[in-house]
């Protein structure tokens, strides 16, 4: 959400224009099929970058209708045109699904109508159908044009100037179910929905020890129901790539079974609309609840979410993912010769990705061909790597460990660093998965000094069976990095412990307590085992992962929060100050003032001027002189030493003369607070799964590396110690290489109107 210059920013809709625009390049944007949150934010992106480019901007209301339909259906927008929707769920233009588009009658109209307003160029955000409904007009366009000069509709003038019809897409699916992007816009926010609703369904069948069956959507794509199985602490999930295998029935019950044996009130399964059994037959939730209740004579109930899934504002990272994705097709459109073969303009590891548009879409119809055709195993490989693991981790975390198998090794888990929402969630899936590699499982409480203390418990499946969902931290954690007096103290104490292994689960504090007694490993037996630090912090500053666990859900308090702070500001003139934490990491500042739309953005990576300030001033005076209402700056806690969030505010209301006002937010520790969102639940137990394999590994061979999570090559990886200096800028404790500090020509693209 961000601020506007025009009354049409309430509605979203602009101005309407019949005339063509000369040399300039025009670009039309438009939303097609089902909605997705998230949607708007595209729209907005495309809009502004495409009018910082200099272009012609149109909005088309109603989706592929509304090219055929013309007239008000095809709408002129400025910068303030787009303001105040990033927060809004749906789309603001409308989406339809249009039968009239895909006969070559409608397609003419829709031709007429873009070339006459001299639209040459489109983005269009959608699912597969309207994607590839837009290629095939594409692919006709000349001949199109042609037939329309043959019967006087337009100029062969007109014709000659528009003689190439340059599209992009961006997907626009809660489902994830598009190849070619690690996401679909829609697709969080609708995770988010669902983990709302499994997470009260928990609450109140804990109370009554009941069952419940719950239905998500993905007619063909199991991602919805495995995601939200993972996050949502469930017991048993169908999806359509992975059916279960025969005696399916007996294997659910045993499992739920199990699960209560081990102190479980409640039992959660997940299925997918679309799921089947091996030889295809539909699996219904219906069914699901009366085998359960027949079997297990227990009260079981069944939800289907529905369109549920679908509404709702978007989280933060369809805030600005969306963002993302929706100025790079502007500039795909813009930038592309009239050869260029379309692009689908998705995310891979949080960058834009592109793949030819139809490729894409090809590919994910293949999908549903091969579940259909009984090819499980290739629809699985099809859905990537990163999906068939998840897959596998589910069943290392819901099936209950058997307890007649005599435990192999001892391995100790421990917070070290601040807290960070998700770290409940990675000792959960630790101990989950550690006891189905047959390992006795440790939690250290009070981070070091709890170690010291021999605060150390066994903890077995149904202790953390409730910790997934919960913020804070359990076991505790501390910031305080053992001295070099206290290594003698801790080796003591791994080993009258007889500790195998050790996972740390933190932050920088984390990171640099075992970097230091690795040095010293040497010195003392106890460090010769195998170590591992897994990242959980909301600065999402730390060396070789991308997104630490924490700072999804930091994100999305930041966004919850300014947004009730700019409900409020709506009854005056007013400018916020809101400072954000990060340390010396301006990651939440710069995301998070992509996720609200705000105007300006102050981070210690580019330092404060006051020449720099100077100009802001200027800015803001002149916009709110042109009827602006509203400006949000954000500012990283650490941006500047002398120029405060109070001193910023100061200065600005010295400055106003009386124009607006200004008020400073300090968001301080909430932004710690809440329970985990769903992406940091579905990655701490990613992560935590890898951290115990990787362990075991270590074990086996009798090795004790000490490493930290990273990639390689796009994969998990484990990065040694060893590394640290290279990676790490040691005076601010941030990595070298910030992959975020990209997006800030991004942010300034659609945060600074170009006419003022």
């Known amino acids: 959400m961000d601020s506007t210059t025009t009354a049409a920013s309430g509605t979203g809709r602009g101005t309407t224009s019949n005339e063509g625009s000369g040399r300039r390049p025009a670009v039309a944007v438009l939303t097609s099929g089902g909605d997705a949150q998230g949607m708007n934010g595209v729209v907005r992106a495309v809009v502004r970058t495409a009018i910082g480019a200099g272009a012609d901007v149109y909005a088309v209301y109603e989706g592929l209708q509304g090219l055929i339909d013309g007239g008000d259906a095809i709408q002129r927008f400025d910068w303030g045109s787009v303001g105040s929707i990033q927060h809004r769920g749906g789309t603001v233009i409308g989406t339809a699904r249009s039968v009239e588009f895909r006969t070559r009658e409608g397609r003419l109209k829709a031709a007429a109508n873009l070339v006459q307003r001299g639209i040459d160029r489109l983005v269009v955000i959608g699912g597969d159908g309207s994607l590839s409904g837009a290629d095939l007009f594409r692919a006709e366009w000349i001949g199109l044009l042609d037939e329309l000069v043959e019967s006087d509709r337009i100029t062969p003038d007109l014709a000659r100037r528009h003689s190439h019809l340059v599209i992009a897409g961006v997907v626009g699916s809660i489902d994830n179910d598009m190849v070619g992007t690690d996401m ?21 069948a804990a109370s009554h020890q009941r069952s419940f069956v719950v239905e998500v959507m993905g007619r063909h794509c199991g991602y919805l129901a495995l995601m939200s199985a993972i996050a949502g ?82 989280s933060a990272y369809d805030r600005w993912m969306p963002t993302l994705v929706g100025h790079a097709a502007a500039l795909e459109v813009l930038e592309a010769g009239p050869d260029h073969e379309p692009q689908l303009v998705g995310v891979r590891s949080n960058r834009v ?44 975390i819901a099936q209950v460990a058997p307890t007649d198998v005599a435990p192999s090794r001892r391995i100790a888990i421990m917070h070290a660093g601040g807290l960070a929402p998700g770290m409940n969630s990675a000792v959960r899936a630790a101990v ?3 006891m189905s590699r047959g390992h006795t499982m440790l939690g250290v409480r009070g981070s070091f000094q709890g170690l010291i203390d021999a605060e150390i418990d066994e903890l077995a499946w149904g202790d953390v069976d409730d910790w997934l969902a919960v913020g804070g931290a359990e076991l505790g954690t501390g910031r305080s990095v053992p001295t070099v007096e206290q290594f003698y103290a801790v080796s003591r104490a791994l080993e009258n412990e007889k500790v195998d292994a050790l996972l740390v689960i933190g932050g920088h504090r984390a990171y640099e307590s075992l970097h230091r007694m690795l040095a010293e490993r040497d010195r003392y037996p106890g460090f010769r085992i195998p170590a591992i630090a897994l990242p959980t912090t909301i600065d999402n500053n730390l060396a070789g992962w991308e997104m630490t666990i924490g700072a999804d859900t930091a994100l999305n308090e930041i966004v919850s929060a300014v947004d009730r702070l700019k409900q409020s500001a709506k009854a005056s003139r007013r400018c916020f100050v809101v400072e954000i934490m990060g340390r010396y990491c301006g990651f939440l ?71 607006y006002d200004v008020r400073p937010m300090v968001l301080g520790h909430l932004q710690q607070g809440g329970n985990p969102t769903p992406f940091d639940r579905i990655h701490a137990t990613r992560l935590a799964a890898y951290c115990v394999d990787w362990l075991s590994t270590q074990l086996d061979a009798g090795t004790h590396e000490w490493g930290f999570v990273g990639q390689r090559d796009g994969r998990l990886a484990t990065l040694p110690f060893t590394r640290m200096p290279e990676l790490v800028d040691p005076t601010f404790n941030r990595p070298r290489d910030q992959w975020w500090l990209a997006l800030q020509p991004v942010m300034e693209a659609v945060a600074v109107d170009p006419t003022h």
Request: glycine share 10%; aromatic share 6%.
């Open 432 to 434: 989950r998965f550690g």
């Open 233 to 314: 602490g469930a017991d048993y999930v169908m999806i359509p790539e992975n059916p279960p295998p025969p005696g399916w029935e007996d294997e659910m019950c045993e499992r739920l079974r199990a699960g209560r044996a081990a102190g479980r009130r409640d039992s959660i399964v997940v299925v997918a609309e679309g799921a089947r059994d091996r030889d295809g037959a539909p699996i219904t939730s219906q069914g699901v609840r009366d085998m359960l209740e027949e079997r297990l004579g227990e009260d079981t109930r069944v939800t289907i979410l529905g369109h549920v899934q679908r509404g709702g504002a978007p």
């Open 589 to 659: 500042s710069l995301v998070g003032a992509m996720s609200v739309g705000a105007e300006k953005v102050y981070l210690h990576e580019n330092g404060v001027r006051l020449a720099d300030l100077a100009d802001d001033v200027e800015d803001m005076g002149r916009s709110f002189r042109a009827g602006r209402r509203f400006h949000l700056a954000i500012r990283n806690e650490n941006a500047s030493v002398g120029y405060t969030t109070e001193f910023l505010c100061q200065l600005f209301a010295e400055e106003s003369g009386g124009a």
């Open 184 to 204: 679909t816009v829609g697709a969080d926010s609708a995770l988010h929905r669902i983990i709302e609703a499994i997470d009260a369904l928990s609450s109140t």
């Open 353 to 396: 990705h592109l793949t030819p548009l139809m490729d894409a879409v090809e590919a994910t119809r293949e999908i549903p061909r091969l579940i259909d055709a009984g090819r499980y195993d290739e629809a699985m490989a099809m859905r990537g790597s990163s999906f068939t693991e998840m897959v596998r981790v589910f069943e290392g």
